[in-house]
């Protein structure tokens, strides 16, 4: 297959620069939220200020306050994809008018469920509605104290593990034709099926982390094709042949290999004969890389983005944290990736494992097991979901600060940005 193309160089994105933000970065997790065909529909934001922990329960308004601060610091675009950003609201957030710093296309005021609702509250809340902002109730019972707002309230938050079946149920047939309803602690496939059923049409949780559990045998040729990919990136050996044959065998292939190859990682400037040609030009090391991405992208193009995001994340802060803590940065990039790989294949993580060549250190900590990998992967794990003491603890671990792990995760948000092109 010929492709006849010139490769240009390319202007160095602002994700591989090596800049570090205007301001020291505060600790950022986020969740997504997805809608029925589980599709992002938007992040909730869960920070921290600066490396001092103050997210305790009694300290609610500054918790709230600094969310705020951040995200006009960093940006709602980088950290929620162009989506709606759920920032979580105190009293005095509301009644001080912080929200209104942020865009009310963009950000939805949720309101906590120890915020009273009070007359000074509702009026805010009518202040902020006719603003055009939307308003969400956090953690929203059948017998909430906060029911005076589910007037003004455009999305009722209910979770999915805590409240008994008959309680979703009755919350879902009183306020669901006029609100749209939100379960929360959705963890499973299954929980994600009887929460729709129910009439849920937005969905927060892990379950899109988790694999159907699909027998091999009813893996689809793409998806095999896939998987002979990430085998032939973990052969001791590369074989170009074998390399160039399954290039070939999808013409988007070609494309993406082109794409690659124009990113500022290379900066070339020659003209493309040939799938030989290009991967000759990559070398052994990057060519290894490159399928390793492209067969988690091509796989994981009939499942949610947040799946794919979430491993590029995953796998360039990895690779970040290897390189401040002097362990192999390429094993640990793919140990990252690799991480969601059954969610992305529907097979289990052993099978996966076999089919693959990986460090023993970062296959036992994706078996769950003990290995010097695991204090990295958990790392990541706990910086995911704003864990932020274990953060702190496994950060001594790595000897590394905490401020460092924070600029790495800034980073490898904008380069998994980068490669999607989102």
Not at 51 to 73: I, M, T, W, Y
Not at 184 to 209: D, H, N, P, S, W
Request: with cysteine; charged share 25%; hydrophobic share 45%.
């Amino acid at each position: 297959m010929s492709l006849q193309m010139t490769v240009q160089s390319a202007t160095v994105p602002a994700g591989e620069r090596n800049v570090r933000p205007r301001s020291a970065p505060r600790f950022v997790a986020r969740q997504p939220i997805l809608k029925t065909d589980q599709k992002v529909f938007g992040y909730e934001l869960l920070f921290r200020d600066g490396v001092e922990n103050q997210f305790s329960g009694a300290d609610s308004e500054h918790a709230s306050r600094s969310v705020l601060d951040s995200s006009l610091l960093m940006g709602l675009d980088l950290l929620c994809d162009g989506r709606r950003a759920f920032v979580n609201c105190a009293r005095g957030v509301l009644l001080h008018d912080y929200m209104t710093l942020l865009p009310p296309g963009q950000a939805i005021v949720e309101i906590l469920e120890n915020v009273a609702a009070d007359e000074e509250v509702v009026a805010a809340c009518r202040s902020l509605k006719s603003a055009g902002y939307l308003i969400a109730l956090d953690d929203f019972t059948a017998n909430d104290h906060r029911a005076a707002l589910t007037a003004l309230a455009d999305i009722i938050k209910v979770d999915f593990r805590l409240t008994a079946r008959r309680h979703l149920a009755g919350i879902v047939e009183r306020y669901g034709k006029r609100c749209q309803m939100l379960a929360e602690k959705v963890e499973t496939q299954e929980e994600f099926r009887a929460a729709r059923m129910l009439g849920f049409v937005y969905f927060q949780g892990y379950f899109f982390c988790k694999p159907e559990m699909l027998p091999s045998s009813q893996l689809s040729p793409n998806r095999l094709n896939h998987l002979r990919m990430l085998q032939a990136a973990s052969r001791p050996e590369l074989n170009q042949r074998e390399i160039e044959e399954l290039v070939k065998s999808e013409p988007s292939l070609c494309y993406r290999l082109l794409r690659y190859l124009n990113s500022s990682l290379f900066g070339l400037s020659s003209e493309i004969h040939s799938v030989r040609h290009a991967l000759s030009l990559l070398g052994e090391r990057e060519t290894r890389r490159w399928l390793h991405l492209v067969a988690t992208l091509a796989a994981g193009q009939h499942k949610t983005s947040a799946l794919i995001l979430a491993a590029l994340v995953r796998a360039r802060f990895c690779e970040l944290l290897g390189m401040k803590s002097g362990q192999r940065a390429s094993e640990l990039f793919l140990m990252g990736l690799l991480s969601l790989m059954d969610a992305i294949l529907d097979m289990p993580m052993a099978d996966i494992m076999k089919n693959v060549s990986l460090d023993p250190e970062c296959k036992a900590a994706l078996l769950g097991k003990a290995g010097s990998s695991g204090a990295v992967y958990h790392l990541v794990l706990a910086q995911e979901a704003g864990d932020w003491p274990r953060v702190a603890e496994l950060a001594r671990q790595l000897h590394l600060t905490e401020n460092e792990i924070a600029i790495e995760h800034w980073r490898a948000m904008e380069w998994a940005r980068q490669m999607t092109g989102a």
